[in-house]
């Protein structure tokens, strides 16, 4: 059985020390990392990462519903925002459509479950809609990250994911759509085979799951 983690274990923001060591391990693994101080400096990098007339999809996630990014992002008229055009398609008769258009975005912004001090992402799903994207079908993959999601393991990483983001993500999800989530996918990136093609901005302060 497993042994329940402590309270502060995925919730607690990480040292600076710390996240400079998870820089230059995900910048070894091929991915083009910043340190920025907080959410507001991450939404405005996000302004000048994001070609204009792009077309962006934003992946379900509280870190960019907190920090305005979605919204800056699906609200405004700077971008083709792929989100709120999926949602207003028709589901019976535009499936494959949507999916093409879910898959290969110029640009997918969104979050992780976790980041280990080795370099890994990982991001869980319960629908997997957003994973071909983060996967490699987007040409530009931008993650904003909390520092409290920094942790130093892949194993830690995984526990996380079950028993700290599934409860509140599930949570979420009883409240919005009535049913609870599920890890339905889980999605490991260890390396960047095309450098300039993933950027990571982590934060020295914690947000989101």
Not at 45 to 56: E, F, N, Y
């Amino acid at each position: 059985m497993t042994t329940p983690a402590p309270a502060t274990l995925f919730t607690a923001t990480a040292t600076g020390e710390r996240l400079e060591r998870a820089a230059g391990a995900l910048s070894t693994n091929g991915f083009t990392v910043e340190i920025l101080e907080d959410a507001d400096a991450a939404r405005r990098r996000i302004q000048d990462l994001l070609p204009p007339g792009a077309s962006v999809l934003t992946s379900a996630s509280e870190t960019l519903r907190l920090s305005g990014i979605d919204e800056d992002i699906n609200a405004g008229e700077a971008y083709v925002a792929i989100k709120p055009l999926t949602m207003s398609m028709d589901r019976a008769t535009q499936t494959e459509e949507i999916r093409r258009l879910r898959a290969t975005a110029d640009v997918i912004v969104g979050s992780v479950a976790a980041v280990t001090e080795s370099g890994s992402l990982v991001i869980a799903s319960g629908s997997g809609s957003q994973l071909p994207a983060f996967a490699g079908g987007a040409a530009q993959r931008i993650w904003v990250v909390g520092a409290q999601k920094l942790v130093p393991d892949l194993p830690t990483a995984l526990r996380r994911v079950e028993e700290h983001c599934l409860p509140l993500e599930s949570e979420r999800a009883q409240r919005i759509y009535g049913w609870p989530s599920a890890i339905s996918r889980l999605l490991i990136l260890n390396l960047e085979p095309e450098p300039g093609r993933g950027t990571v901005l982590l934060l020295r302060t914690s947000i989101g799951f």
